[in-house]
Every structure is written in C-alpha cells, then in structure tokens.
C-alpha cells in the first residue's frame, strides 16, 4: 500500500550544502606557504651623511620655496601649526635641529 516514509538521517546524508556544509568549509584547515627569507644582504647605497644632507636641503626648500596646497583644509591647518601661508603656497617655519 503505502511506502514507509524516508529517514530524515538518510535526506541529511546526502546533501552536501546547506549550513552544516559552510560550517564544514569554514573550519577545514586553512593551506599556508612557507615565509619567503630573502639571503640578500642589505646595503648601504647612500652614507648616512650624505641622507643627513639631503635632509637638510629638503627643509631649506620648503622654507625657501614652499609648497603649493589646491586644499583649503590643508593650508587651514598649515595656517594653524605656524607656516607661512601665501594663498596656495606654504613655505615651512625654520625649525633649529632638536
């Protein structure tokens, strides 16, 4: 007459998807690759005087020549930390090495 009705655990069994399928995905281990180890040594291209130089001259130019700013925020807050604004161009307060 009537056939018996299918196990729930049997319906469960054959689908793969669902939430216990993502929960499954979610805790499978994650595959990592080995940390890269550079053997290269590092050099020095530039002497430390010579970064100290560069330094130094890049200040002279900004308090000398300045920086044009399009933002009125930005020259606002230049304006603010004591720069000597004039319109767009912003020329850095001298500052004695600490």
Not at 21 to 29: I, S
Not at 46 to 59: C, G, K, N, Q, R
Not at 76 to 95: F, H, L, M, Y
Request: aromatic letters at 4%; glycine letters at 6%.
């Amino acid at each position: 007459m009537n056939a018996p009705a299918p196990d729930v655990t049997e319906h469960a069994n054959r689908r793969s998807g669902g939430r216990l399928g993502r929960k499954a995905l979610r805790g499978a281990p994650v595959m990592s690759f080995p940390t890269l180890v550079r053997k290269i040594p590092v050099y020095q291209m530039v002497p430390d005087e010579a970064v100290e130089l560069i330094h130094e001259e890049s200040l002279s130019i900004l308090e000398e020549v300045g920086c044009e700013f399009r933002d009125d925020e930005a020259i606002a807050i230049w304006k603010a930390a004591g720069a000597d604004v004039s319109e767009t161009r912003v020329r850095s307060a001298s500052t004695a090495p600490c």
